[in-house]
Structures are given as C-alpha cells and as structure tokens.
C-alpha cells in the first residue's frame, strides 16, 4: 500500500478547479478586498467606504419599521418554520405577482413568480437553464460581473455590447445587432442601471424590445433597483413591453426595502404571448430551482405584509436620500482634477467616473489608483475593471452626507497630491 507523501505517493486525480478560481477572481467582492488589503490599518483616519451597493451601514438606510414587524409577525407565527416548496410560498408569489402587475399592462398570476435566494440565485438560475453547448448571451459593458462569473461555470459564452457614457449609458443597439447570431440566446439588461446610475427612457426600452423581437432573443432583465429612480425618467419596467419580446424580469426586497440580508428575490416571467410558455422554459426554471436552495421560509411568510404595509412615505424619503446624494456626489467630482462624470445618475446608488490618467502622475491604473487611494487616504472605491471599465471608477453615494463629503474630499486631496505638473 502506497503511503501519503514521499516516492511512491498515490496520484490523486483531482484537476485543478479553473472554473472556479477564474470566476471567483472577478467579483467585486474579491477586487474590493484586494484593495482593503493596501488600507494603513494604523491610519489615525477611520476607512470610508464608497465602494459596495450595501448601504445599511449609514444610519440614514434602514428598512422600514413595517417590514421589520413583518419578520417578527411571521416567526411568532410558528407558521413558517418548515420547508417551503420550491418555487416559493404561494401567498408570497401572489403578493409579487400584484406587486409587479401594478405597472404592467396586463396581471401576472402567482405561477409566473419564483422566489429565489436572493437575486444572485435568480441570476444562477437564468445562466444555467439557458445554457447549451455553443450558446452566447450578450451582457451591458459595463455590467454586474456576476453574469459573467455565471456564464464561466456554465460554459456560456459571453459577448458584451457597449453602454454609451454620452447617452446617459444607452444600449448602442448597433453593437447589439452585430453581435448576435443564430445561437445568441439572451441579452440582459440593467435597469435603473448598476453600475452607471443611469434610468432608460420609455422610447430606448421600446428600441431595446424591437431589436431583441428582430434577433429572435429573450430579454432578461435586471430590475433590482426597481423604482429607485430620482431623475428627470420615471422607472419603466421591462415587462411593458413583453407584447414584443418575452421578458424575464428579475427582483429582489434588497435595495427598494434596503435588506440585502434576508435574500429574497424573485424570477417573474412576462410572457402574456406564452412564448416562454411553449418553449418550457418555466418547466426549466422550476426544474433547477427544485435542486437548488430556497429562501428562508419566515421571509417568504412576511412577504406580504412587508409590501401591503410599507408606506409610500418611506419610498419617497429614499428617493430623497439618494437624489441628494447625488447630486452631492456629482457636484463635488466636478472639482476634482484627474477624474470626470460623463452623465450624472438618475437612479440606483452608483455613478461611473473615468480616470483621465494624463493629469496624474505615477498612476498605473484603476486598479492602482483604488490601492493607493486606499493607502494614503483610507478610501474604499471600486475599479471600473472589475466591471469591465479598465481605467474608470464606480463610486457609491448611498451614504450620509457627512461621510460622502468626507470621502470626496480625501479623493480629490488624492488627486492633488498625483496631479502632473502643467508645463
């Protein structure tokens, strides 16, 4: 018998799990703490972070009261303690159904909702029923890198169409049409949009739909900023326009309520054609779900309550809290040498800056930029490569005020300190 180690050890077949490695390296989690790694944590400074899409650290973010009482409701109820189906509770599927349908020109009924463990899991789900062998999806560049990381695991390739910073980041349809081919099978898109802050038009959604009904494609499309919109662009969903193309929208409470922790999000499945229907793919969305992990029951039995008892109030209070800090945000990089906003954002909690690296001096890159910055004034934001945006910056202003004015502040200080002296 061979023994564990030495000459003559036994060969062990395992390959080294590329996939995973590769996926892993290019999500914003791990760019973050790359560059959390180059904080001086002996800096009399405290870290300013304006570099994650979770705000509930500021204490003006929080979830409603309402939504809370609905959680403790829903376990003191002892209904809720068991395993769910699959697909989700049915009264929680009919709350989102009436939920989603209020802006609908048509109803969706419960069996278009699945819930999912979040939005992440609704994203797995999509890469991986849509996924065979030779098949391409086209993705927003710049995009959430989580699609990506997706595709790689399940062998779908990925093809990026462009977001236009001059247009207020629209699709270039252009680019669309000249990427798809016969085994395209989906393109997605992100709207109220992460990473640039951007709110599509009601005219450029209807031209994203007509283009994806002349290629033959699905829509996905990534809601999750559902309604946070503070701009001049009232949000639009999606689905209004699944008469034209079948769209499969996904959702979650997370940023609208502000509880990225519970993990509940939603696959809803606009198809008033029944496109999606005959095709089957609910029968492949329920099939993958039921070998997956659901969301915790108790959430799932508060779903209903969180959203009939939620105040407009408090909706609007957030809106007023983000277009605040946005338009904080916006002016104070105007000042800032060495970094420009191509659009101002009208919606989500993010704004996209490029990095004019000729202005600073000894600056590689974004990436470079980010750890320095990190360094020298325990500033947290995120390179723009890890959405696919090499030499840009995406910066979040869901924060309070003192704490943004703070941060931008020690980034342009940053910039100050880097700039080239003018000949």
């Given at each position: 018998?061979?023994?564990?180690?030495?000459?003559?050890?036994?060969?062990?077949?395992?390959?080294?799990?590329?996939?995973?490695v590769?996926?892993?390296?290019?999500?914003?989690?791990?760019?973050?703490?790359?560059?959390?790694?180059?904080?001086?944590?002996?800096?009399?400074?405290?870290?300013?972070?304006l570099?994650?899409?979770?705000?509930?650290a500021?204490?003006?973010?929080?979830?409603?009261?309402?939504?809370?009482?609905?959680?403790?409701?829903?376990?003191?109820?002892?209904?809720?303690?068991?395993?769910?189906?699959?697909?989700?509770?049915?009264?929680?599927?009919?709350?989102?159904?009436?939920?989603?349908?209020?802006?609908?020109?048509?109803?969706?009924?419960?069996?278009?909702?699945?819930?999912?463990?979040?939005?992440?899991?609704?994203?797995?789900?999509?890469?991986?029923?849509?996924?065979?062998?030779?098949?391409?999806?086209?993705?927003?560049?710049?995009?959430f890198?989580?699609?990506?990381?997706?595709?790689?695991?399940?062998?779908?390739?990925?093809?990026?169409?462009?977001?236009?910073?001059?247009?207020?980041?629209?699709?270039?349809?252009?680019?669309?049409?000249?990427?798809?081919?016969?085994?395209?099978?989906?393109?997605?898109?992100?709207?109220?949009?992460?990473?640039?802050?951007?709110?599509?038009?009601?005219?450029h959604?209807?031209?994203?739909?007509?283009?994806?009904r002349?290629?033959?494609?699905?829509?996905?499309?990534?809601?999750?900023y559902?309604?946070?919109?503070?701009?001049?662009?009232?949000?639009?969903?999606?689905?209004?326009?699944?008469?034209?193309?079948?769209?499969?929208?996904?959702?979650?409470?997370?940023?609208?309520?502000?509880?990225?922790?519970?993990?509940l999000?939603?696959?809803?499945?606009?198809?008033?054609?029944?496109?999606?229907?005959?095709?089957?793919?609910?029968?492949?969305?329920?099939?993958?779900?039921?070998?997956?992990?659901?969301?915790?029951?108790?959430?799932?039995?508060?779903?209903p309550?969180?959203?009939?008892?939620?105040?407009?109030?408090?909706?609007?209070?957030?809106?007023?809290?983000?277009?605040?800090?946005?338009?904080?945000?916006?002016?104070?990089?105007?000042?800032?040498?060495?970094?420009?906003?191509?659009?101002?954002?009208?919606?989500s909690m993010?704004?996209?800056?490029?990095?004019?690296?000729?202005c600073?001096?000894?600056?590689?890159?974004?990436?470079?930029?980010?750890?320095?910055?990190?360094?020298?004034?325990?500033?947290?934001?995120?390179?723009?490569?890890?959405?696919?945006?090499?030499?840009?910056?995406?910066?979040?202003?869901?924060?309070?005020?003192?704490?943004?004015e703070?941060?931008?502040?020690?980034?342009?200080?940053?910039?100050?300190?880097?700039?080239?002296?003018?000949?």
């Amino acid at each position: 018998m061979e023994g564990n180690g030495g000459a003559g050890a036994t060969r062990w077949n395992i390959s080294r799990p590329s996939k995973v490695v590769d996926a892993g390296c290019i999500s914003i989690l791990a760019v973050l703490r790359r560059v959390y790694s180059s904080v001086d944590a002996s800096g009399p400074r405290p870290v300013l972070t304006l570099g994650t899409g979770d705000p509930t650290a500021c204490a003006s973010f929080r979830p409603p009261p309402e939504a809370e009482d609905a959680i403790v409701d829903a376990l003191r109820s002892r209904k809720h303690n068991g395993y769910s189906p699959t697909v989700g509770i049915l009264p929680a599927r009919c709350a989102i159904a009436e939920y989603l349908s209020q802006d609908l020109p048509y109803q969706l009924l419960p069996n278009d909702i699945y819930l999912t463990a979040g939005c992440w899991q609704a994203i797995d789900v999509m890469m991986s029923i849509l996924a065979k062998p030779g098949s391409n999806i086209l993705l927003p560049k710049p995009g959430f890198p989580l699609y990506e990381s997706w595709t790689m695991f399940r062998n779908l390739e990925t093809r990026h169409f462009n977001l236009i910073p001059d247009r207020g980041w629209e699709a270039d349809l252009e680019s669309v049409e000249a990427l798809a081919d016969e085994n395209t099978v989906a393109m997605v898109i992100i709207n109220p949009g992460n990473p640039c802050g951007s709110v599509y038009s009601h005219d450029h959604l209807a031209k994203i739909a007509e283009t994806a009904r002349k290629l033959g494609i699905i829509i996905i499309a990534d809601e999750v900023y559902y309604h946070l919109a503070f701009g001049n662009k009232p949000f639009i969903p999606m689905g209004v326009f699944a008469d034209i193309v079948p769209v499969i929208t996904l959702g979650s409470l997370s940023k609208r309520w502000l509880v990225p922790g519970w993990r509940l999000g939603w696959i809803a499945t606009c198809d008033p054609n029944g496109i999606l229907k005959e095709a089957k793919v609910n029968i492949s969305i329920e099939s993958y779900i039921n070998i997956t992990n659901d969301p915790a029951t108790f959430v799932q039995g508060a779903v209903p309550q969180i959203i009939a008892s939620t105040k407009q109030d408090y909706f609007n209070k957030i809106l007023d809290l983000l277009r605040n800090s946005a338009d904080l945000c916006y002016g104070k990089i105007k000042e800032i040498r060495g970094i420009t906003c191509p659009h101002k954002p009208e919606g989500s909690m993010f704004v996209m800056v490029k990095l004019d690296l000729s202005c600073l001096d000894g600056i590689l890159d974004d990436l470079d930029f980010c750890c320095r910055l990190a360094k020298e004034e325990s500033v947290i934001v995120l390179p723009g490569s890890a959405l696919g945006m090499k030499d840009w910056l995406r910066i979040t202003f869901a924060s309070d005020v003192p704490t943004l004015e703070n941060a931008l502040e020690r980034i342009k200080s940053f910039c100050q300190r880097h700039a080239k002296l003018e000949a």
